[in-house]
């Protein structure tokens, strides 16, 4: 079974998702928790999050994947900034148990010229202020292009934050396509071997979620532009593998593409269709 959706606006509540995604034709979908680039939250309807759970079973929806506002960096120099990360996803977190047994991917941090082994080690103290054994929603790291500073270019420091948090049972990882890319792992020409380093250095088991985007630039450009499925230079047919790999068989694929409904609507089509 393919899991396939896009990234749907939580403007309008949470049964306006479940619509939007009925729309779409997408058995998944990826939303923010709360506004991308802002820091407030909105008061939680009860009532909506309890109908969207019913409509999620209904609709044969598979996991879905919140989202973590691009404005948290658990890796600042300033501790303020940190306190503000690490309270965020804990409200975040806390509000999604009201829509239980998904995942929440988040950016793991810029280090903001500390340095990555600074970075990977104020990140794992943030997630262990943050990872509650007991919670249903499993965290996920992303796996980031190296834009900047961020940490998360390379899967050895993606794994070097599991090592070092204290539950690291509470972690996933998600894999961005755009983003690997970016950061060098030639995903177009050697797919099978990138899977491979991913399973040495974290291990298959740890991936929960697929963000599918094609990149605007070339491997290794460590800019993080997501184009269109086909319209960069991953390729239509790196995404039909990717959809139709063994190895990835099953995990949510989110699309962040630079789209409007009739394009979402088509990459999903084109995704489920690869099986
Ligand atoms: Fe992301
Ligand atoms: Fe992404
Ligand atoms: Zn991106």
């Known amino acids: ?53 019913e409509r999620v079973r209904e609709l044969g929806l598979g996991k879905l994947v919140a989202h973590a506002p691009y404005t948290y960096n658990l890796a600042a120099a300033k501790p303020e900034l940190r306190e503000f990360a690490v309270n965020a996803m804990r409200e975040d977190l806390d509000r999604l148990e009201y829509t239980p047994g998904h995942y929440y991917n988040f950016h793991p941090g810029s280090h903001v010229g500390q340095g990555s082994d600074a970075g990977v080690a104020l990140i794992a103290e943030g997630l262990d202020r943050v990872l509650e054994p007991g919670r249903s929603t499993l965290v996920l790291l992303e796996t980031m292009a190296g834009k900047g500073s961020e940490v998360g270019r390379t899967f050895e420091e993606l794994r070097a934050i599991i090592d070092r948090v204290a539950h690291p049972e509470l972690l996933g990882v998600c894999l961005d396509t755009c983003h690997v890319w970016d950061a060098g792992y030639d995903i177009v020409n050697d797919l099978d071997g990138v899977l491979a380093e991913f399973d040495r250095v974290i291990g ?47 995990l949510p694929l989110i699309l962040e593409t630079p789209n409007d409904d009739e394009g979402w609507a088509k990459e999903i089509a084109f995704l489920r269709s690869c099986g």
């Not at 599918?212 to 800019?223: I, W």
Request: hydrophobic share 40%; aromatic share 8%.
């Open 1 to 53: 079974m393919i899991f396939a959706g896009s990234h749907i606006s939580s403007a309008g509540g949470y049964c306006a998702m479940a619509r939007q995604a009925e729309k779409l034709g997408a058995n998944t979908f990826a939303f923010f928790t709360r506004n991308p680039r802002g820091g407030s939250v909105k008061a939680l309807d009860e009532a909506d999050a309890a109908a969207f759970c």
């Open 204 to 250: 298959l088991e740890r991936l929960k979620a697929i963000h599918t985007n094609d990149s605007l630039n070339p491997l290794g450009a460590h800019k993080d532009r997501h184009a269109k499925l086909g319209e960069g230079h991953l390729g239509l047919e790196t995404f039909r593998r990717v959809a139709a790999h063994p190895a990835l068989a099953g």
